[in-house]
């Protein structure tokens, strides 16, 4: 499995913006999908949005999209999430996970390969 390393987590005051970083331990992405999903305070990990590795198709969770924006850079091997508008409702651990299958879905069982995650706390 692949190991993959999430950074970028940090602090920030409502309104502003953050962008977290996921890499793979080894060389490089060797998978079909990365995705990022988001723990908050007493709620289920829940999808934020996914990106094909070859293709760089997006998919996004109706209530990400717009706010969110998935990317990545072949180059420097690592997927980006891309957070803007920040409020204290978005605060929570968050997860980038790899797929080797053909699907990029909504569930955490979709994904075969996790981060530990990163912190995100915004302040109001």
């Known amino acids: 499995q692949e190991q993959l390393v999430e950074s970028g987590g940090g602090s920030v005051p409502a309104g502003d913006s953050l962008t977290l970083s996921c890499t793979p331990s080894?060389?490089?992405?060797?998978?079909?999908?990365v995705a990022w999903f988001r723990q908050t305070q007493g709620k289920e990990r829940e999808f934020v949005g996914a990106?094909?590795?070859?293709?760089?198709?997006?998919y996004y969770a109706d209530s990400m999209e717009g706010r969110f924006t998935i990317s990545r850079d072949v180059s420097h091997n690592a997927v980006y999430l891309q957070m803007n508008s920040l409020q204290s409702e978005d605060t929570g651990v968050y997860y980038c996970a790899a797929t080797a299958g053909i699907r990029a879905g909504p569930r955490p069982t979709d994904y075969e390969s996790w981060g530990r995650g990163a912190q995100v706390s915004v302040s109001s």
């Open positions: 990106i094909t590795w070859s293709g760089g198709t997006t």
């Open positions: 080894g060389r490089h992405f060797n998978m079909y999908a």
